[in-house]
């Protein structure tokens, strides 16, 4: 890797580990140079301070999640709806744990009413929103899955698939459970597969569990 992009990526590794420590509002520009043993002209010419950096956070977060979710949809007639659905959770599960500190920073400032996130999760969102209903709308036209309401059940979905991180320290304190442990997350994933076999599946078609 290039100098260039090395010290780019620092500064990012950086400001992810500080706007989780500290929060979003509580990092300064100085804090990210010292952490990243960089100067304040170098940020500002990677990222044109700390809001380019939030932007570049949910870019970087954003654009491989929808592109999981992009891939499942082209594979929908040859894989069928069930089998998609939890590819899906599969690739969007592995990706955030991959990238956990990235994940609860942005799960987090998405709840956050700000104009920057308004503009950027119109995009985002919707086209999330679009994605997963395609794959629901079409499990349900070819009988695999049962008649919910997609908005509904996106809601349920994403719900299970993002507490353990945006809410990672009740998880691991009161539960005990901690999605950064590999055994832990293999286990968390299979529940959300139980979740789509018992919630989601047609039994009545006949359509196997897979």
Same mark, same amino acid.
């Given at each position: 890797?290039k100098?260039?992009?090395?010290?780019?990526?620092?500064?990012?590794?950086?400001?992810?580990?500080l706007?989780?420590?500290?929060?979003?509002?509580?990092?300064s520009?100085?804090?990210?140079?010292?952490?990243?043993?960089?100067?304040?002209?170098?940020?500002?010419?990677?990222?044109?301070?700390?809001?380019?950096?939030?932007?570049?956070?949910?870019? @970087?977060?954003?654009e491989?999640?929808?592109?999981? *979710?992009?891939e499942?949809?082209?594979?929908?007639? &040859? =894989? %069928?709806?069930?089998?998609?659905?939890?590819d899906?959770?599969?690739?969007?599960?592995?990706?955030?744990?991959?990238?956990?500190?990235?994940?609860?920073?942005?799960?987090?400032?998405?709840?956050i009413?700000?104009?920057?996130?308004?503009?950027?999760?119109? @995009?985002?969102?919707?086209?999330?929103?679009y994605? *997963?209903?395609?794959i629901?709308?079409?499990g349900? &036209? =070819? %009988?695999?899955?049962?008649?919910?309401?997609?908005?509904?059940?996106?809601?349920?979905?994403r719900?299970?698939m993002?507490?353990?991180?945006?809410?990672?320290?009740?998880?691991?304190?009161?539960?005990?459970?901690?999605l950064?442990?590999r055994?832990?997350?293999e286990?968390?994933?299979?529940?959300?597969?139980?979740?789509?076999?018992?919630?989601?599946?047609?039994?009545?078609? %006949?359509?196997?569990?897979?």
């Open positions: 890797m100098k260039a992009a090395l010290a780019k990526e620092k500064i990012f590794d950086a400001a992810v580990f706007f989780n420590a500290k929060g979003y509002a509580e990092t520009i100085r804090d990210i140079a010292s952490r990243a043993g960089a100067n304040i002209a170098t940020i500002s010419y990677y990222f044109n301070g700390k809001e380019g950096l939030l932007e570049y956070s949910f870019i @970087t977060f954003f491989p999640y929808l592109e999981t *979710l992009e499942q949809v082209e594979k929908l007639e &040859e =894989k %069928g709806a069930v089998q998609c659905l939890k899906t959770i599969q690739g969007l599960m592995e990706f955030q744990h991959t990238h956990f500190h990235l994940t609860r920073f942005v799960l987090r400032e998405v709840s009413e700000r104009q920057i996130v308004r503009e950027l999760m119109s @995009t985002y969102l919707m086209k999330e929103r994605l *997963l209903q395609k629901l709308r079409y349900m &036209e =070819k %009988g695999e899955l049962r008649r919910v309401s997609p908005g509904m059940c996106i809601i349920q979905l719900s299970l993002t507490m353990p991180f945006l809410n990672s320290i009740y998880t691991s304190e009161v539960w005990n459970v901690h950064q442990d055994f832990y997350f286990k968390y994933k299979e529940q959300l597969y139980d979740w789509v076999d018992a919630f989601l599946v047609n039994k009545k078609s %006949g359509s196997p569990n897979t």
